[in-house]
């Protein structure tokens, strides 16, 4: 999901993994809680499936923010995420699109006193999976290219989007969505901006520090054990949960209730989350879950859902219930 910050007031965009927990908190929270810190607090959230989860967790999380929620329905890709909230943005206003499946540390600060928009980049081994930019000797972009089967760059684009007039962007994501310009059957952002680039906008690049892509199963557990070892040291919590032994790194969120078990390392656990005889490494489990004589490793256990005897590796979404015994 997008996140839109107007007159630098984000907007983020909906994600399926947002309320996720990453190393304490959900990755919601590591995005909207930066941009917090940077001075934002007007937020445009594009929303989708669970999306009143999402509306739900910001407004308990955030009451004192300005906040407007937008549904996408059905999902047609970043660019119609983004044109949805058109009426929502004024054409001179300065905005800010965040990509609701990425962590990331940038110069907030310097990037929102740029005189030209901007879009964060970092070099990649395989671009092929990414948004690309060709970028010219002064700077500035001259081509964007969306997952290119032979990339004529390694510059990835990284989720983080300043525009210094709204009205621009809109216009051009206005353009590809009426003469129906898709790639793999989705309007993207990265061709509205090429429409930009193509009339003449200059826009600018900004390189990135911490990039933490949370899009698939595999680099959302290795997001969560980076961060989990990074706290380590800060995050003196003591545990006494019934005949069980915490292996750091773990975050184990409140009102969790955990007996006769192994957990850690590498493990994040939501609130109110009950696990009962259970080996659990390397993974995620969200909140309101129920685990019972499960052995899990390299796993994502999402919110709601119950398990009951099982030895393996998954990916399972919110409100599911598997019972292997």
């Known amino acids: ?27 919601l929270s590591h995005i909207v809680d930066y941009l917090i810190d940077g001075g934002f607090n007007e937020f445009i959230f594009i929303i989708g499936y669970l999306g009143d989860k999402v509306e739900d967790y910001v407004k308990s999380k955030y009451p004192k923010l300005k906040t407007s929620f937008i549904i996408q329905e059905p999902r047609e890709g970043t660019g119609h995420a983004v044109w949805l909230a058109r009426d929502h943005v004024e054409p001179n206003d300065e905005i800010l699109i965040v990509l609701g499946d990425t962590i990331i540390d940038f110069g907030l600060a310097d990037v929102v006193k740029m005189s030209h928009s901007a879009l964060g980049l970092q070099k990649v081994d395989d671009p092929r999976q990414f948004g690309v930019a060709d970028v010219d000797s002064n700077g500035f972009i001259t081509r964007l290219e969306e997952k290119p089967s032979i990339p004529k760059s390694n510059l990835a684009l990284v989720g983080i989007y300043r525009f210094i007039e709204a009205g621009k962007l809109m216009d051009a994501l206005d353009h590809i969505i009426r003469n129906n310009i898709r790639h793999q059957g989705e309007f993207h952002l990265t061709y509205g901006i090429q429409r930009m680039i193509t009339q003449g906008e200059k826009i600018t690049t900004f390189q990135v520090g911490n990039w933490f892509d949370c899009g698939s199963k595999a680099n959302l557990l290795e997001t969560n054990e980076v961060l989990l070892k990074k706290q380590v040291d800060r995050n003196q919590r003591k545990f006494n949960f019934h005949n069980t032994i915490i292996i750091q790194p773990v975050s184990i969120a409140e009102h969790c209730d955990i007996s006769d078990s192994i957990i850690g390392p590498n493990v994040s656990i939501g609130e109110h989350t009950i696990i009962r005889h259970s080996i659990i490494k390397d993974s995620i489990i969200g909140a309101y879950a129920q685990l019972e004589t499960a052995i899990l490793h390299q796993s994502i256990v999402g919110s709601d859902a119950f398990l009951k005897g099982l030895s393996q590796s998954l990916n399972i979404g919110d409100s599911t219930e598997i019972d292997f015994s």
């Open 1 to 27: 999901m997008p996140v839109l910050v107007r007159n630098f007031d984000p907007i983020l965009i909906h994600s399926l993994k947002l309320l996720v927990p990453v190393a304490g908190k959900p990755i």
